[in-house]
């Protein structure tokens, strides 16, 4: 019996990772000082005002502030992507919008969805060498197409598909997507990308909040924007920009306590190179 063809990598997370390879930025603001420019005093009082957090970018130029979040990122035990962006199409097919929501950890485990718009999504859940996959029933409906096939017969491989969690311990091409869940692999593989700008294109954009966080915000010229925490770890918290001409937007978050993968029981899993 024939296999499902494998979908394509997705590209959101490695695209937008990618563009702020090239960012870099500047130093914080001053903080806690009146509007004369002065530090205020305490007059008077026997309360002692206790002293404000230190500029975690004190003492660092430009290229050090974004690599210390580059670093910082690649570092962090887990973390949590969720974005949209442009998916890559088979020649002569218009682009597709794709989502991703994957929880990512440094020894290798994930969890998540990855989804294209109006077909459907797949659930992922990666531990060890092995990866699990279980799309939904309109992934089903829309990506798995065999023309050595009836209707019938396709019909009754979706229904025996449906609700489970596929691998395949035959075919290496399908571990393939643990490169989705290997974040130090995408943010190295960036440095090709023809939509980076250049490091010295980076500028200061202000101060902004981040899902509740304290952040600065970059741009390049090219539009990219970076956001970077502004208190404690410098973590890259969000991405925007283009690929290709196409618009992503990606989020960074859970640092350190993303949610790790639920293992499929026996009953759950179709393995699909025992169908050979």
Known sequence: MSRTTRPRRNAVAAAALVSVLALT?????????????????????????????KDPFAGKTDTQIMESAIAATKAAKSLTIKGEGPMDAEPGQPTQRTNINLSIHNDGRCAGTLG?????????????STTYMRPDDTFLQT????????AGEQEQVVKMMKGKWLTDSKD????G????????????????????????????????????????KFTGKNGTEAYVA?????????????????????????????PLPKIPTPAEVLDMGQMS
């Open 25 to 53: 930025a500047t130093a914080c603001g001053d903080e806690g000082k009146d509007d004369t420019g002065k530090g205020k005093e305490d007059k008077g009082s026997t309360v002692t005002t206790p002293e404000k957090p």
């Open 116 to 128: 294209v718009k109006g077909q459907g999504e797949v659930e992922i859940a990666l531990v060890g």
């Open 143 to 150: 990506q798995f197409k065999d023309p050595g096939m009836s």
């Open 172 to 175: 290496k091409d399908f571990a």
């Open 177 to 216: 997507f643990a490169e989705i869940c290997d974040l130090k692999k995408f943010m190295d593989d960036g440095t090709g990308s023809a939509d980076n700008v250049k490091p010295t294109d980076a500028r200061r954009a202000g101060e902004t909040t981040v899902n509740g966080q304290k952040a600065l």
């Open 230 to 258: 502004a208190e404690g770890e410098p973590f890259l918290l969000k991405l925007v920009g283009k690929d290709e001409g196409e618009p992503f937007t990606l989020d960074l978050t859970e640092f350190n306590k993303a």
